[in-house]
């Protein structure tokens, strides 16, 4: 739930009892769209800022720690991505990050709203910047049907940038979802999914992703925390699973040498995050 109080943006989440606001310079546009109602905003310190469902999807100011540790780690997991398949992610700053990659010859990008991208290319000009890529394709559909049509082996990472597990990304949490996951990814795959706070979902979405995507059929899974301060409690996480890959570990050699530079991600904040704090492993039963 959200609400403007004077020239403040102010998201509740009511049931930790928390909220978070941004101070406002104006509201720029709003479109009901057939999934979602989508705002932009223009704050006062954190440049621009979408919301859907008055829910704080992102600003200019802080996007990119979302963005790098949903790319990164998931393809220095990896043993050498090649094909690479985004669910969500309409802003298009997670495409930006995979295909910063050489090595990437192809990441499809899956969206259910054309409308994100729309304003995302409008207002984050600077995370569309791959939009043309000829190794990008963009595709408006419902992610969860591509998935239950797709062929087997098709992809060697699978990023599931996706809104709150409400509405439409709901079933992007579930362990039918991600069985089909497991089967479209090559050998050696890795699928990457965001997963909520660590401090108000360790015990309830985080646990529930570790377990449902083991019954899936997942041998190794990892949730590695980052902060967002724009999202509830300011701290946020994503959990990777391998298909026989262990993603426990990466590419250090590979990602302390990238060929392009990051503002967060680097091979020693992976190799932090994937040390968790005792609360999270006892929660998760990690």
């Known amino acids: 739930m959200s609400a403007q109080d004077g020239n403040w943006f102010i ?33 006062d310190t954190f440049g621009y800022l979408m919301t859907i469902d008055g829910a704080t999807m992102l600003s200019s100011r802080d996007n990119f720690l979302y963005h790098e540790m949903m790319a990164h780690p998931a393809l220095f997991a990896h043993a ?8 969500g992610g309409g802003d298009c700053g997670t495409l930006r990050e995979v295909l910063r990659h050489g090595g990437v010859e192809k990441a499809v990008q899956i969206d259910i709203d054309e409308q994100v991208t729309r304003f995302s290319e409008k207002y984050f000009p600077e995370l569309c ?15 969860v049907k591509f998935m239950q049509d797709c062929e087997p082996g098709q992809f060697d990472v699978i990023i599931v940038d996706s809104t709150d597990p ?19 990814l090559a050998d050696g795959g890795v699928l990457v999914q965001q997963s909520e706070s660590p401090l108000l979902h360790s015990d309830t979405i985080i646990r529930d992703l570790h377990v ?16 967002q301060p724009v999202y509830p409690s300011g701290w946020w996480s994503c959990t990777l699973a391998g298909k026989g890959c262990d993603v426990g570990a990466f590419r250090e050699a590979d990602a302390a040498g990238k060929d392009f530079d990051t503002r967060y991600y680097s091979d020693a904040i992976h190799r932090g995050a994937l040390t968790l704090p005792p609360f999270m492993s006892a929660a998760i039963g990690a």
């Open 11 to 43: 998201e509740h989440f009511d049931s930790a009892g928390v909220a978070f606001g941004l101070r406002l310079k104006q509201k720029l546009e709003a479109v009901q769209t057939p999934y979602q109602h989508i705002e932009m905003w223009e704050t």
């Open 212 to 227: 449902n995507m083991r019954e899936a059929g997942f041998d190794h899974t990892q949730t590695l925390p980052f902060p």
């Open 166 to 184: 409400v509405g439409p990304a709901e079933g992007l949490f579930k362990a039918e979802f991600f069985r089909h996951c497991h089967r479209v």
């Open 80 to 87: 050498a991505p090649r094909r690479v398949l985004i669910i």
């Open 129 to 143: 910047g791959s939009n043309d890529d000829p190794r990008a394709e963009l595709r408006f559909e419902d992610g």
